[in-house]
């Protein structure tokens, strides 16, 4: 028994540290107590600087492993954000000039008529969007959920999903008890079993199963898009320097997630160092998620979408109102990219 109420302590730092690593997240404080950005260093050569914006483990991560940040005729600063919509200020801000999110933080940041851009796409499996339960909990179907209590982190991508889920069963976020928790919190809550059931994403789905007694009651498949989006500021598109810098940096993203799926067990190694999680947790997370994006297009499907994903939250009145998402999208990276509906890729049996 000892060992489950340290649970919580024990997992707290590589949480903390990995918070909204995957850009599905909604705001949460950073070490200013604000979620800004902190600087953590340049890379590449020349006059032109592209502003980055980050989260822990991820693009700069990406790209460092992959090699791909040597020789770049550019410099990147990187700021570390620790979630998607502190990152979307900086951006809408001028102070970002690209950064990677989920599915989601674009929808609240268009609504908030915030000044951006969705210039590129990936599509992954939703296997690590998940909601989970303990493993002795007497839920077996999401059905079940109704008169609960989920965490979930409000305005993430783990949000719709769990909206879309309970949809799906038959129920409306009124039938649950929704508590509004980040990840550190949430997953307190959930070991001391103060909330029934947790809606996360990968990699924290992967540590819930490894490490804190936690099972999947459904997943994201089937109810989610799977997208992934680079948003950059219009006034860096316009900018034709560094229009030809961001094409540069979405094509090295791009030849890093081939790289990432040739070498998951070398990228998930570098992923583990980078933010604390245990090896075997970073792999799973990568198999089961993390290394399945393939590069697509921001089609009229992919923002299609998006456009369900506005009309659902604004029909809940969690966002002021609906718009056109195509209207916050710039295409001009599309290239001869898959379209965005393409299958992600697969390690074989799901994990």
Request: with cysteine.
């Amino acid at each position: 028994m000892r060992a489950r109420h340290l649970a919580p302590a024990a997992l707290l730092l590589p949480f903390t540290l990995l918070l909204a690593a995957c850009g599905g997240a909604s705001r949460a404080e950073g070490a200013g107590g604000n979620g800004s950005g902190s600087g953590s260093g340049t890379d590449g050569k020349g006059s032109l600087t592209l502003n980055v914006g980050d989260q822990k483990g991820g693009s700069e991560a990406l790209l460092r492993a992959a090699g791909e940040l040597d020789d770049l005729p550019y410099k990147i600063k990187w700021s570390t954000f620790t979630s998607g919509p502190p990152l979307l200020e900086a951006v809408n801000a001028g102070a970002v000039d690209v950064g990677a999110v989920g599915n989601t933080p674009p929808v609240f940041a268009a609504a908030a008529k915030s000044k951006i851009k969705v210039i590129a796409g990936t599509h992954s499996r939703s296997d690590g969007e998940a909601i989970l339960v303990k493993k002795g909990s007497p839920l077996k179907r999401p059905s079940q959920l109704k008169g609960k209590s989920i965490a979930v982190a409000q305005g993430s991508s783990a949000h719709y999903q769990l909206i879309a889920s309970l949809k799906k069963a038959g129920l409306t976020p009124k039938d649950v008890t929704l508590n509004y928790l980040q990840p550190a919190d949430a997953l307190a809550a959930f070991t001391r079993g103060k909330v029934d059931a947790w809606a996360v994403w990968d990699p924290y789905t992967s540590q819930a199963l490894d490490q804190a007694d936690a099972r999947v009651l459904t997943t994201g498949r089937g109810v989610v898009n799977g997208l992934g989006f680079q948003v950059a500021a219009p006034a860096a598109l316009d900018d034709k320097k560094k229009s030809a810098a961001l094409k540069d940096y979405t094509d090295r993203l791009r030849r890093a997630q081939d790289w990432v799926f040739k070498h998951p067990d070398v990228w998930a190694k570098a992923w583990a160092k980078e933010t604390g999680l245990p090896d075997n947790v970073a792999l799973d997370a990568v198999k089961r998620t993390r290394g399945t994006a393939v590069a697509v297009a921001v089609d009229k499907a992919a923002i299609a979408s998006e456009q369900q994903i506005v009309d659902s939250f604004a029909a809940l009145k969690l966002i002021p109102r609906s718009f056109d998402f195509g209207t916050f999208v710039d295409p001009r990276f599309n290239g001869d990219l898959p379209p965005s509906g393409t299958a992600p890729r697969t390690y074989g049996k799901a994990h």
